[in-house]
């Protein structure tokens, strides 16, 4: 894997694992997928900043979690035939658990992007730039193990709107339909947090 830079604010980070660490899919997965062959993997969105907003809010870890994001990158091969075969294969690994996984390879999200989401996307060069255009800063994070195997976040936009519970349009986004359904999505499920208008967000 190549691994990004490393994030400035160590607290922030240790506090994010912490917190993403109490909901116990998290951990499970984690463990599991250090020591997978997986090629650069990487957990995103929703099971862990939505694990966040459940703790800072006293809730159960797991609430209005609906499925567990996970990015891996391989553009060796941009076939659907060669990622099915990984996603079955996570699926083997995770036989049991009762984990509801996605798993997708950002090599190849280009390819399908436009059709699903009615918009161009220009094709990635890392599992990360696909968290750099995440509708929201609050929801822009992953979860990889570094070289080490120790848990590292990947946090292109900082902790402060994740832990203030503020949703705002990421500047790099497209799709403000897909903004405000989103938003629409989690203001019920967290009625605490505030979301920007897509208009005001910059």
Not at 53 to 66: Q, S, T, Y
Not at 133 to 159: I, K
């Amino acid at each position: 894997m190549t691994f990004p830079a490393p994030q400035i604010n160590h607290e922030r980070e240790a506090r994010f694992i912490e917190l993403a660490f109490l909901n116990p899919n998290n951990r499970l997965l984690f463990d599991r997928l250090k020591a997978f062959d997986l090629p650069n993997w990487t957990l995103v969105s929703g099971c862990l900043f939505q694990t966040v907003w459940n703790v800072l809010g006293g809730r159960d870890p797991l609430a209005g979690i609906k499925d567990y994001d996970l990015f891996y990158f391989d553009d060796t091969d941009l076939s659907w035939e060669a990622e099915d075969v990984w996603i079955k294969r996570v699926d083997v690994l995770l036989e049991g658990t009762g984990i509801p996984i996605e798993t997708r390879n950002q090599a190849r999200v280009h390819l399908w992007y436009p059709d699903h989401f009615g918009v161009d996307y220009a094709p990635l060069g890392t599992q990360f730039e696909g968290i750099d255009r995440f509708l929201s800063p609050a929801c822009a994070f992953g979860l990889y193990a570094d070289e080490d195997g120790e848990p590292r976040v990947y946090a292109p936009f900082g902790y402060d709107d994740l832990f203030e519970r503020v949703v705002r349009r990421n500047e790099a986004a497209k799709g403000e339909g897909h903004y405000y359904a989103k938003a629409e999505r989690w203001k019920s499920e967290w009625p605490e947090i505030t979301v920007v208008p897509w208009d005001k967000a910059l």
